[in-house]
């Protein structure tokens, strides 16, 4: 007999790595949102993770009637949202009902009133994946306001549910005394 290992799609949103100040796993009290376009009832909220009940992640849900730019701001991270002169790349565990998907990431207030976006899409349905947002773009320091659009600047042609986990800034230098 030979047997093949195929992918299950059951991946948690949590990998086990991801620790403050620089990551945000969404398993801590908090986390607060400022839901904006969504007149069709869309909503963002803490749930389960759909493969892993022990795992909280953030849920968005975004309607058929919801604007484009149906999104939230999150505020409670463990730490804040910095990006360094050598290291401008946010990481951010996604699941989505399809490939394809476009998730927008957005930075504001950075130094002097900078803000920095970036649009990536996944690549699987009904898994976990980690995306990568290069904001190489963006002025290094940190920003006062952290957005996401799921779904990206898109309508939504039915309801559609989507997870985040797992938001990593770069780390900031410190190193210290030790003590």
């Known amino acids: 007999?030979?047997?093949?290992?195929?992918?299950?799609?059951?991946?948690?949103?949590?990998?086990?790595?991801?620790?403050?100040?620089?990551?945000?796993d969404f398993s801590a009290a908090g986390i607060g949102f400022g839901v904006f376009e969504n007149p069709g009832g869309g909503t963002v909220e803490i749930a389960n993770d759909p493969n892993d009940a022990g795992n909280k992640v953030v849920k968005f849900v975004k309607k058929t009637g919801d604007n484009d730019y149906f999104?939230?701001?999150?505020t409670g991270l463990a730490g804040p949202a910095t990006l360094t002169a050598t290291n401008k790349t946010v990481t951010l565990r996604v699941y989505s009902p399809a490939a394809g998907t476009n998730f927008l990431f957005k930075l504001e207030g950075g130094p002097g009133g900078a803000v920095v976006e970036k649009d990536v899409a996944t690549?699987?349905?009904?898994?976990w994946e980690t995306?990568?947002?290069?904001?190489?773009?963006?002025?290094?320091g940190t920003y006062a306001t952290v957005v996401i659009f799921p779904n990206g600047r898109s309508k939504a042609t039915a309801d559609k549910t989507?997870?985040?986990?797992?938001?990593?800034?770069?780390e900031v230098g410190g190193g210290g005394s030790g003590s």
């Open 1 to 24: 007999d030979v047997l093949f290992a195929t992918g299950s799609g059951t991946s948690s949103g949590n990998t086990g790595t991801c620790a403050a100040p620089n990551c945000t």
């Open 71 to 74: 999104g939230t701001t999150i």
């Open 123 to 127: 690549t699987v349905a009904n898994a």
């Open 131 to 140: 995306l990568s947002f290069d904001l190489s773009a963006g002025v290094a």
């Open 162 to 170: 989507m997870y985040v986990d797992e938001l990593k800034f770069p």
